[in-house]
């Protein structure tokens, strides 16, 4: 199971998530946890009450939590309920007590949590890692959600060499002086580097071991079973796939799919073209 190597990294941590979390979310908010099978899932709710708009849930990437998503918040709780998940096994308010195997463990903590809270019909949005846990969620529990923006999925290739290297250089990048990393931000293709409390939290991270499922690569199979308004947004400069090919094979296996390459974007598309992705996320939702 993900947790903290001993208390002094999971202090280290909170302390930071604590200060990011004053630092980054725009507005007011409530914090609620949501207790499952799996664990205890830490959710942040803002925005208008549900009568006002379709709830729009959303998941982080990888190493990531609810903060990752706060250049959109504000402007997504302006007409709708918004609830952020910090998901079980990543470093986060969270806390895992069960192991997540695969897609279907995975699938069932976010239909738990999403039954818990009482959502129905919700907008969807997952970035890479949460993009498969979305389309797992689909594949397992359809009718649950409405619809689903997907910001560069995992799931249609594998974690290859390329990828890694870009995390290595991000990682480096941030690293840097001040006054260089926009210039190596835009060199390595990572505007996270830019994130000066986003990149402090992940530093106070290291102290975690996540132990997730590696996502296999979908089949064509469970692609034709994404049966609802789904928009693939892609980074042109993705470190994770080609989105030419991702783009091809989506548009001939789910043609009813909505599909998009960002141009200039790479994998770290909320980041890299925030009004761009939040805009998209509103589109789908208003309806």
Same mark, same amino acid.
């Given at each position: ?19 990011? %979390? ?36 959303? %998941? ?38 069960? /192991? ?13 949590? %999403? ?66 990393? /926009? ?32 996502p296999p690569v979908l089949t064509d199979e469970e692609l034709r079973r994404i049966d609802l308004p789904a928009l693939f947004l892609l980074g ?17 296996? %789910? ?28 589109? /789908?939702?208003?309806?």
């Amino acid at each position: 199971m993900s947790e903290f190597r001993n208390a002094q990294a999971a202090a280290r941590f909170q302390a930071a998530y604590d200060h990011a %979390l004053a630092a980054l979310w725009p507005g007011p908010r409530t914090a609620i946890d949501v207790l499952g099978p799996y664990g205890t899932t830490r959710v942040h709710r803002t925005g208008t009450g549900t009568e006002s708009g379709r709830p729009i849930v959303l %998941l982080a990437a990888s190493g990531g939590n609810s903060l990752m998503w706060h250049h959109h918040l504000g402007q997504l709780a302006e007409h709708h309920p918004v609830f952020a998940l910090d998901p079980i096994g990543e470093p986060g308010a969270s806390t895992q007590t069960a /192991p997540i195997a695969g897609g279907a463990d995975a699938a069932a903590w976010l239909d738990g949590v %999403l039954a818990e809270l009482g959502l129905t019909d919700a907008h969807l949005v997952g970035c890479s890692y949460g993009g498969w846990v979305a389309l797992q969620h689909q594949l397992h529990h359809p009718g649950r959600v409405g619809s689903l923006t997907l910001l560069d999925p995992a799931g249609f290739n594998g974690f290859g060499f390329r990828f890694y290297a870009w995390l290595i250089a991000g990682g480096l990048a941030a690293s840097a002086p001040r006054a260089l990393r /926009p210039r190596l931000a835009r060199a390595v293709g990572n505007s996270a580097v830019l994130e000066e409390e986003l990149m402090r939290l992940s530093r106070a991270a290291m102290g975690f071991r996540r132990a997730l499922p590696v996502p296999p690569v979908l089949t064509d199979e469970e692609l034709r079973r994404i049966d609802l308004p789904a928009l693939f947004l892609l980074g042109a400069r993705s470190a994770l796939h080609d989105s030419a090919e991702v783009a091809a094979r989506l548009e001939r296996v %789910l043609p009813s799919a909505r599909v998009e390459i960002v141009p200039d974007a790479g994998h770290s598309l909320p980041m890299d073209a925030p009004d761009l992705v939040t805009e998209r996320i509103l589109a /789908p939702s208003r309806t």
